[in-house]
């Protein structure tokens, strides 16, 4: 995993689902590239100008040390993704040329959010001679199969927390998986899993080696 693109419908969603890894990743020193594909304007709290997930998520992958130019913002409207699934192919066409990763993150096929749905899909049509993992966004799952697993530690732990830190309107809308208890659980229950104090666990798609 030395060219890392990690596909999120939504800002916060790389985070969530693969923010310890992404912290891994880049201590090791791959390169890691995300896209998002909504800012979700409509879901802000009320008042909230229309760039601010926009903003929080720069300032998130700040903290994770991406690096400005490797990451992509699209502003297409939330829960509309499946109305624009030929243009999200097409762009991820065009990133597939620019990036040439090696390895992809996008949400598991369970997840049943209209939004992740389209993104696995395509990003699975899109990046054929790339492995491709699953993450995992728990609220939107009736099923995940681990089948994948990174080991972490805790400071991988604290990165991923910390650029979850800078979404304060997730705070504001008090989501319920916007706490350090619910990050740490879940990272507790997968390094159970396979004998580590910390751990995210994947879907495995494609593994090329």
Known sequence: MRRVLVLAPHTDDAEI???????????????????????????LPAGAPSTLLGDEFRSAMHVMGVPSENQFVYDYQVRHLPAHRQQVLEELVRLRGKVKPDTVFLPSGDDIHQDHQVVHIEGLRAFRESSVFGYELPRNHIAFSTIAFT?????????????????????????PYFSRSFVESLARVRGTQVGADWAEAFQVYRYVI
């Open 17 to 43: 689902g693969c923010g310890g890894t992404m912290a891994r990743l880049m201590e090791e020193g791959a390169e890691l590239f995300v896209v998002v594909f909504s800012t979700a304007a409509e879901s």
């Open 151 to 175: 080991r972490l530690e805790q400071r991988h732990i604290d990165v991923k927390w910390a650029a979850l830190e800078c979404y304060d309107s997730q705070f504001l809308l008090e989501r």
